[in-house]
């Protein structure tokens, strides 16, 4: 059980072949037995395997191949429409329209699709989280049809690896991990932590790649610029705001 | 394994008995095999055992006996604090003090807290998530001396189950899983995804001692208002400005 967890590599190619409907089926239903907030299950899980909507999350989830070869496609979204919904037939006003509720959904969906994500390698199936879902969620809410009050928050493609890629490196443990309070980093704890990673083959081939003179350079000069971050910062908020989320009056 | 999913409960009374220091460690090693956004490992986790420091916690998380009950409260951090000191060192400037950056780092963190909730349960360890860390961050931050650039977004009390709940109970499966596209909910729809959990002997027990008319009017009125959720909505938000996260030129 352990293992499966241990054993977690994000896998970019996939196979033809299906999803069996019950293995599916069991693995949405791991889904639901995360923890949520209250036991109100404010978030949803959308199973798309139609090709031609695929082809359009495709196109908005930065061309990724694997998102047309995967066979299925769950996009997890922050849900309050059904319970207010729900709260509005009951003769009671919701008072979910602010960001609070917004980043509480959130923590539902994404502990829903942690759970998704080990069922399903428990199963044998393959996963990779696309971090483009918040980047274009706009777009994903015109494909897919989400109404007000639903945001779109991960996606996990999911089906039959085609691949057998190495475990990915890990920062050593006292990377992440402080105990009893934080524990700030200075110089040398810093060059400690990420000098395994930094000495790696492949972080060198990167480099090279990439012509930049270290790895820290490719995050935030190629992959992760602020130039992005905060065009995209401002696309999502504007997304949580026209979904109905930012109302602190 | 799937079935560690399966039967999962939320834990709220503890034994005295702590864990062990290998069977912490392997369940903070699943942590960090979760997936991270472009293998950044932009969060970190705060283990407290120590008894003042504990009391301190319990305190801001609403005075919840399993708190102190527990041997190890487990607080969950967005965290960019540990990357940016490294870009620093490596000559390039770090543009992640915008939203979208604390949201990905968000991810990070909860993808990471759920791994670590299934691998403890999957060694016999009980699991409660503390839904007070949003709404507590700012006092949060300042009893675990968390740095600009973090911050908690949740909390897993973890320790050896001193009770022996029901599963809770869940929405049948068609009030969260859409097929293809989001297929919006009308009344009847609602009504008979509502049915099971309204019936409920637990749920009539709950409204007698709420004196509401229904479930959903405890939700509303006496659980989540309106007025609280728009109170820790500005709190929330301060804390992601003070912590230096809304940098959006």
């Given amino acids: 059980m352990i293992q499966t967890i241990l054993n977690h590599r994000s896998i970019r190619k996939y196979k033809e072949k299906e999803i069996e409907k019950q293995v599916l089926d069991e693995v949405l239903l791991a889904g639901t037995k995360a923890s949520t907030t209250g036991n109100m299950q404010v978030y949803s899980i959308i199973v798309t395997s139609d090709k031609?909507?695929?082809?359009?999350?495709?196109?908005?989830?930065?061309?990724?191949?694997?998102?047309?070869?995967?066979?299925?496609?769950?996009?997890?979204?922050?849900?309050?429409?059904?319970?207010?919904?729900?709260?509005?037939?009951?003769?009671?006003?919701?008072?979910?329209?602010?960001?609070?509720?917004?980043?509480?959904?959130?923590?539902?969906?994404?502990?829903?699709?942690?759970?998704?994500?080990?069922?399903?390698?428990?199963?044998?199936?393959?996963?990779?989280?696309?971090?483009?879902?918040?980047y274009m969620a706009d777009k994903i809410i015109n494909i897919l049809d989400i109404p007000e009050n639903v945001i779109p928050v991960t996606t996990l493609v999911i089906g039959y690896p085609d691949e057998n890629p190495d475990l990915t490196d890990r920062l050593p443990l006292e990377g992440v991990i402080h105990y009893?309070?934080?524990?700030?980093?200075?110089?040398?704890?810093?060059?400690?932590?990420?000098?395994?990673?930094?000495?790696?083959?492949?972080?060198?081939?990167?480099?090279?790649?990439?012509?930049?003179?270290?790895?820290a350079q490719i995050f935030t000069e190629k992959r992760y610029t602020k130039k992005d971050n905060i065009h995209f910062s401002k696309s999502f908020f504007d997304v949580i705001t026209k979904q109905g989320f930012m109302n602190h009056e």
Same sequence: chains 1, 2.
């Fill in 52 to 134: 031609a909507i695929k082809d359009q999350l495709w196109e908005v989830h930065f061309k990724q191949d694997m998102v047309k070869q995967a066979p299925v496609i769950l996009t997890f979204c922050a849900d309050f429409n059904r319970f207010n919904k729900w709260c509005e037939l009951r003769d009671t006003s919701p008072g979910y329209d602010n960001f609070l509720s917004f980043y509480t959904a959130s923590i539902d969906a994404l502990l829903a699709a942690q759970n998704v994500a080990i069922a399903a390698e428990s199963h044998g199936l393959g996963i990779c989280y696309l971090g483009t879902t918040t």
């Fill in 180 to 215: 009893e309070k934080y524990n700030d980093f200075n110089e040398q704890k810093i060059n400690k932590i990420y000098e395994e990673k930094e000495e790696l083959p492949s972080t060198k081939e990167l480099i090279k790649i990439n012509q930049t003179e270290n790895l």
